[in-house]
């Protein structure tokens, strides 16, 4: 039977709503009903417990409700529990506002009768995951018991104690102890006691929850993987300039059955996202585009793929009906065609005789035939010239700078009397071809030290039968030449001044003016996503996955 998409979704906004007031309705002035006054009809006990259960179910809805949205299998069973308990409770006490009962018992209907559409496995969990369930679950159980004891002040609490004294009282009720508030009878004493102790279990069985449920690990790259995906991409003439960032330590693999194929990814949000075009034998391309869907479709992860190149898009478009998004282009040099000769060189021709005039030298190299004191300075370099900002990438850069098992990188070294100024981090591109990781360059360097290394890298690669270079992708390229143009209209030139104000942040106007100097041949690289509705959630994860939402930064290339 078909999937219908829109119910998970539907359901998991109730849900939203459901929590929310099951919440209200039990401390919000304006619909609930007094608990005070209801104290003269009910045991204290049975009216206290029933009423702390039915707020603290509501907090789990709240957090049940994505999970739903998403198809998750476990969320929809440990609804029905809540919902179910949270009825029951309200039964119990008789006194629920009835909006309250009548959305707890049409989301329960609902459940039960969409079941089918809850398939999904929960995501693959982490080692770290137990820990961050108890921190979550102690925050949650803390700030709504406060708040249940701060409602009963002037009532059931004998006057009107402190936020001090109602956190201590929490806190050691959570471990059975009394604390300083007094409660007005030894029958509410009781009551609130019972709560907060069962409340503190319920903290200690989340975090035992999540660690015994048998859930698989995230998988990472093992050493396995990494050596079979470097040998798969070094022998393929035709493998995208993208292929090497496949080896980054924190992707996961998807692999054809016979291992001679795959997809390197990452889980960012609920997002399946793939990095650059599959690699390995182009027949199999379908065959694990076909794994990489159906694990998607097992966990309700949203499939997608950042940086993917025009032919790898047309495998993807043609095997999972996808839509395609041009957003930007990677500079590649033919180095055949590479001269500083003419007009269009004049600028980069410049800046390159004036930096040697001032007496900055340049050399390429494998970067572990340098001697060992110079690769261990070059990557104490390239930590300190990050200032203090984190790595970023997931599609176009590496996570690593110079580490043994990336035994083919090079590098060009700019120096000036005898001080390490700059340097260029490339990555193989098959056997004959780089591909740029890193440019980076000490602060305060004359203008002009990357041209020189980008051209004294052509110039080697010219003398040592290296063919193509790959250099920075530039995003929106093809805007920026659109709206250079005369017949340019107000709506691309007010977007490429858009751009450009988000560029004092991100480098993406300065990296297309950088990288066009060297007239490249442009390689236009695409976001694929399922459906039009997806595209907000897949650049946001895509954005994430690069680690462009952590901060900002301005740096000149």
Known sequence: MKSRGWIPLWIGRLAYVVGLFQITANFLTPVKHTVHKLDKYFPVFVNSTAFATSFFTGLIVLILARGLSRRKRRAWTLAIIILAINLTANIVRSHAHPLELAFSALLLLLLLTNRKEFYAESDPTTRLRPFYGFVAAFIVVLISSVILLKLRSGTQIIGYPSIKDIVLTVLEGFVFISGPVQFASERVNDAISLMLGTFGVFIILVPLWLYFRRVAPTPKMNPEDLDLIKKLIKHDQEQDSLGYFATRLDKSVVWSKNRKAGIAYRVQGGVMLASGDPFGEFSLWPEVIDEFLEIARRHAWTPAVMGSSHDGGEVWVERAGMLAVDIGDEAIINVADFTLEGRAMSNVRQMVNRIRRKGYTTYTSK???????????????????????????????????GESHDSDVWITVAEKDGETKGLLYFVPWTTNRLSLDRMQRERGTDPGVNELMIVSTVEYAKDHGLTHISLNFAAFRSLFERADKISAGPITRGTRNLIRFFSNWFQVESLYRFNAKFQPEWETRYVLYPKASDLVKVGWAALRAEDFISGFRSHSV
């Open 367 to 401: 970067f572990f035939d340098l001697p060992i004191e110079k690769q261990q300075e070059l990557r104490e370099l390239a930590k300190k010239w990050r200032y203090g900002v984190a790595e970023r990438g997931f599609s176009m850069s590496m996570d690593r700078f």
